[in-house]
Nanobody, 129 residues
Framework: QVQLVESGGGSVQSGGSLRLSCAAS????????MAWFRQAPGKEREAVAS????????NYADAVKGRFIISRDNAKDMLYLQMNSLSPEDTAMYYC??????????????????????WGQGTQVTVSS
């Protein structure tokens, strides 16, 4: 029932920055945790960062730690990913995902895609040298 729409992707040069946004709508009161995933051509989908909706507790993949910042604005039902010091290795389709308490039940790894019930359509990020 939750609907997610990403925006903010584009093409940037190495070392540049982008901010991705994810707008959540419909039954947003059920959201327990949100995350950003990414998938490059021929690669597995991988978690980038996650955040609990209430307390804002964050987790980051080692590849982006210190460069990316995940945040949320509960009043606006918005999720963000500030991406700094971008490199070509960050090129991928980026997806917003949301987990409810029900879907998160029994989960021990916040980066498990199976924990998330709802997914956005994705926004492309391309970083050139």
């Amino acid at each position: 029932q939750v609907q997610l729409v990403e925006s903010g992707g584009g093409s940037v040069q190495s070392g540049g920055s982008l901010r991705l946004s994810c707008a959540a709508s419909k039954d947003t009161y059920t959201i327990y945790q949100m995350a950003w995933f990414r998938q490059a051509p021929g690669k597995e989908r991988e978690a980038v960062a996650s955040i609990t909706w209430s307390a804002g507790v964050t987790n980051y993949a080692d590849a982006v730690k210190g460069r990316f910042i995940i945040s949320r604005d509960n009043a606006k039902d918005m999720l963000y990913l500030q991406m700094n010091s971008l490199s070509p290795e960050d090129t991928a389709m980026y997806y917003c995902a949301a987990a409810t308490r029900a879907s998160y039940r029994g989960v021990t790894n916040a980066f498990d895609p199976g924990a998330y019930s709802y997914w956005g359509q994705g926004t492309q990020v391309t970083v050139s040298s």
